[in-house]
């Protein structure tokens, strides 16, 4: 044969060739040969070179070069090697490749009866990833493999040792790398791998002892397999929220029946857990779990775990691994403890049921009976801000592992599907003993709440109305007349309480409403006034005309404990009735509240003045438009005296 081959875009099974050369030279017995293959997969290049001598009895193929150059690694044949071909039988002279700084050699014979050794050293995976990228396959193998039997009935047995093994979707899952042995045979008449041993381990202290048969076709599977796991791997799954879980799994399963629709069993126990969620400011520790394997179900026998605020949750039911995890649970919370580490802080018990589909909008049902609760009212609230838009270029190493933590606690974007969304039947009793202070409010409630929905569109029901409560402003008491709390979708509860007061002729009311992160007070008065004349005539009745420098310092220093210094139009009141250019509520060195006034004698001369704890005087001369001249003197009698220079760009 003489031919020159040249072909484009073949498929061969999962291998795509873009292009193909070939040429084939006879000249009496000896047939010359080249071929030069480009594959699809990570730019691989496919080039052999060798010769094909027949003669009566036998046909000799004498492999010159056979080399493989790719993107993951290169492989070519050590030395030249020869398969001959007599009376059917293949015989393979100990070939020898080296793979990417591994090894493979093969050597044996191959005809009705077969006879091939195979010997693995230090082979990278990564090169499979050539012919399938889909794999993601890495780390090394060892080991050899040996082939007996016939063609029809084919035997082979291993021995076989993985170093760092990695794929695609361990990767995915942030697992570690593995190290890998074991050992068995591959029968070929019954279609099936025997495995004598297998072992897994990996840094993560995750560690798997098996062994069994695996039928590659219809059942016969019978394979069993134990060990330890840590709760870590999970963390993925809570990543977007910065939260950690901690602790270890044991397990031991066996699986029957058939490969493609396997008959699970075993016991999977968990001891010594935790879970943190900053985001709910939720700790469980001594999370504790046995539940059984059966069929395609988890029956949870027992759960448990403690709070890190007192108390602890019980559970048991059943979860199934397949579809859509249909689930059964009840759980039971004992004295449980919770605070958001704000403004909110209850002990609650209740039982709870956990029914349909975790993968598909699960219910929550149940009563929780409410113990003492605090809900505190801040006296102060910080401005929101949000984060820039930031584009870092090059940044170094230590920078890009900051940025990779902060990937993993910043909240995921909208999913492209439909999330499965908990459904709540909640009844929430609570005859009394909810106790809401801060702000010179301290207040007491008790009701009944119903929360339906889904947990993105809570529905609640009822409130909890005020039992006994009272408003305290310098020194004086205030009656409540109306009080509730509501609870609308999140637990930071909304307030709305209602204090009426008669000075002369003048009603006036001080209304508190919001969320306790975001409390808003107001105050109107029949006939209407501003809020601060109304302020004046609660606090002192008479008008803010008609009082004292010392008297409207101190209503400044009450409006801003009422309302945390969210009110600057009450503040601005004050401060036009004083015929002030500055006033204001701050705080000294110390942390106390201090008021702040001040006034332009003249055009370049400003009088300052602090009172509270501390009192302080302050005087500042501009000399020019940069240069300035500073003075105070304190109740201490310490002074200060100043020169400053100041430019603006």
């Known amino acids: 044969v003489d031919a020159q081959i040249d072909a484009v875009n073949l498929q061969l099974g999962a291998m795509a060739v873009r292009q193909f050369d070939g040429t084939i030279a006879t000249d009496g017995q000896r047939t010359d040969f080249v071929a030069v293959a480009l594959m699809a997969q990570e730019n691989a290049r496919v ?85 399938s990228a889909g794999l993601g396959l890495g780390g090394t ?46 029968n070929g008449a ?78 999977l126990s968990i001891s010594g857990g935790s879970l943190s969620d900053p985001l709910s400011n939720l700790r469980l520790t001594d999370i504790g779990l046995i539940a059984g394997l059966s069929g395609n179900q988890i029956a949870i026998q027992r759960f448990g775990a403690q709070l890190s605020g007192g108390g602890s949750v019980t559970g048991s039911g059943t979860v199934g691994i397949a579809g859509d995890l249909p689930a059964n649970l009840t759980m039971t919370l004992n004295n449980a403890g919770y605070s958001d580490g704000q403004t909110f802080a209850t002990t609650v018990n209740g039982q709870l049921a956990l029914g349909g589909s975790l993968l598909r909008d699960p219910i929550l049902s149940g009563q929780i009976n409410v113990g003492e609760t605090e809900i505190t009212v801040p006296e102060s609230f910080a401005s929101g801000a949000t984060l820039l838009d930031v584009t870092h270029n090059q940044p170094d190493a230590r ?93 930071d509860p909304v307030l709305y309480f209602v204090v009426q007061t008669q000075s002369g002729d003048v009603t006036s009311f001080i209304t508190i409403s919001g969320r306790a992160s975001n409390i808003q007070v107001s105050f109107t008065s029949d006939p209407e006034l501003p809020e601060d004349e109304v302020l004046a005539q609660i606090i002192f009745g008479k008008s803010l005309s008609d009082l004292s420098p010392t008297q409207i310092a101190r209503l400044a220093s009450v409006a801003v404990e009422l309302t945390g210094g969210s009110s600057p139009g009450l503040v601005d009141g004050l401060r036009q009735g004083l015929g002030l250019d500055d006033l204001d509520v701050v705080e000294d060195s110390e942390g106390n509240a201090a008021v702040q006034a001040g006034k332009y004698i003249s055009d370049n001369v400003y009088l300052g003045v602090q009172t509270g704890q501390e009192t302080e005087a302050t005087i500042n001369l501009d000399i020019t438009d940069s240069l300035t001249a500073r003075g105070s003197v304190d109740s201490e009698g310490d002074s200060s005296l100043g020169i400053f220079f100041e430019r603006d760009y």
């Open 47 to 131: 080039q052999t070179k060798g010769t094909l001598t027949q003669s009566a009895n036998e046909q000799l193929i004498a492999l010159e070069t056979l080399d493989l150059k790719s993107d993951v690694g290169n492989a070519n044949l050590v030395a030249p090697t020869s398969i001959s071909i007599s009376e059917g039988r293949t015989t393979i002279d100990n070939a020898k490749f080296n793979v990417a700084g591994g090894q493979i050699d093969i050597g044996g014979s191959v005809a009705d009866n077969l006879d091939l050794r195979i010997a693995l050293s230090r082979l990278p995976l990564n090169v499979a990833n050539a012919f």
């Open 141 to 186: 193998i060892d080991g050899t493999v040996a082939v007996s039997g016939t063609t029809n009935a084919p035997r082979a047995s291993f021995n076989i040792s993985g170093n760092s093994v990695t794929t695609r979707q361990l990767l995915q899952a942030q697992i570690s790398p593995l190290n890998v042995q074991t050992s068995g045979s591959f």
């Open 190 to 267: 019954a279609r099936s791998v025997s495995v004598d041993r297998l072992n897994i381990a990996n840094a993560e202290e995750i560690q798997l002892s098996g062994s069994g048969i695996i039928p590659l076709v219809g059942s016969g599977l019978n394979f069993s397999a134990d060990g330890t796991a840590p709760l870590s791997i999970g963390a993925r799954f809570l990543a977007s929220r910065g939260a950690s879980l901690s602790g270890q799994a044991r397990f031991n399963v066996t699986a029957k029946g058939a490969l493609n629709a396997p008959q699970l069993g075993g016991l």
């Open 399 to 491: 920078t890009q592992e900051t940025l990779a933590r902060l990937k993993q606690v910043t909240p995921l974007p909208p999913p492209s599907a439909r999330p499965s969304v908990l459904q709540l039947d909640l009844s929430i009793v609570a005859p009394n003993r909810i106790f809401v202070r801060g702000r010179g409010l301290d207040a007491e409630m008790g009701g009944r709440l119903l929360l339906r929905g889904p947990t993105t569109n809570i529905t609640p029901s009822g409130r909890f109305e005020m039992r006994r409560g009272r408003l305290a402003l310098l020194g004086q008491r205030f009656d409540i007349d109306e009080g509730a709390v509501t609870l609308a979708g999140t637990l």
